[in-house]
């Protein structure tokens, strides 16, 4: 069964950095990639990037090509989103979610964890 | 980029009549389009892709239809469980990538 659980949440200043993981299991991990996906409080959901967990290949909404990375650790079969110089307006839940391609559907979605920006 | 608006904000319906929830593309996006259904304090769940299949464990009284830039999701029997907040995404074209629609609550009426 394919579960991917994330870590908990943040609370952090503005002008920091937050690397939140997400931990994959129940499938051949490197067949999938990872997108990441947050919701404001009370919002909708706004697409991150993806990372191809086979290359390591990454795609990033323009709004966030400049402040985020993702990465992976094959033996752990964890993802990793770090997003830089936060600001309030960062104060999210962010959900990874598996997708094939950088363009596709999301099949199973994390938890969610929740990031508070807060000075 | 793609923007996707989804009609009505709010649909309100009785359990068991049946809900017509819409979603329009700003440009074609062809049938890569994918409807979710989020609860409260829960992370959305897939329920269509490719604008008309369903998703595995999804029961046939959710159905998707359209193409281009209209699509439909229908609930043709609502039951308690089905009261949440639905939107659609598109996965299309890069850039801009993937973009959701803003949502559409379907509450008890």
């Known amino acids: 069964q394919v579960h991917l659980v994330q870590s908990g949440g943040e609370v952090k200043k503005p002008g920091a950095s937050v690397k939140v993981s997400c931990e994959t299991s129940?499938?051949?991990?490197?067949?999938?990639?990872i997108s990441w996906v947050r919701q404001a409080p009370g919002q909708g959901l706004e697409w991150i990037g993806w990372?191809?967990?086979?290359?390591?290949?990454?795609n990033f909404a323009q709004e966030f090509q400049d402040r985020v990375t993702l990465t992976t650790d094959t033996y752990t079969r964890t993802v990793y989103m770090e997003l830089r110089s936060l600001g309030s307006d960062d104060t999210a839940v962010y959900f990874c979610?598996?997708?094939?391609?950088?363009?596709?559907?999301?099949?199973?979605w994390g938890q969610g964890t929740l990031v508070t920006v807060s000075s | 980029e793609i923007v996707m608006t989804q009609s009505p904000a709010t649909l309100s319906v009785s359990p068991g009549g049946g809900a017509t929830l819409s979603c329009r593309a700003s440009?074609?996006?062809?049938?890569?389009l994918a409807w979710y259904q989020q609860k409260l304090g829960q992370a959305p769940r897939l329920l269509i892709y490719?604008?008309?299949i369903r998703a595995p464990g999804i029961p046939p009284r959710f159905s998707g239809s359209g193409s281009g830039t209209e699509f439909t999701l229908t609930i043709s029997t609502v039951e308690s469980g089905d009261f949440a907040v639905y939107y659609c995404q598109q996965y299309s074209k890069w850039p801009p990538g993937i973009t959701f629609g803003q949502g559409t609550r379907l509450e008890i009426k």
């Open positions: 490719d604008a008309s």
């Open positions: 440009q074609s996006v062809t049938t890569n």
């Open positions: 979610a598996r997708g094939e391609w950088e363009l596709n559907y999301l099949d199973y």
């Open positions: 990372i191809n967990v086979y290359s390591g290949d990454t």
């Open positions: 129940g499938y051949t991990f490197t067949d999938y990639g």
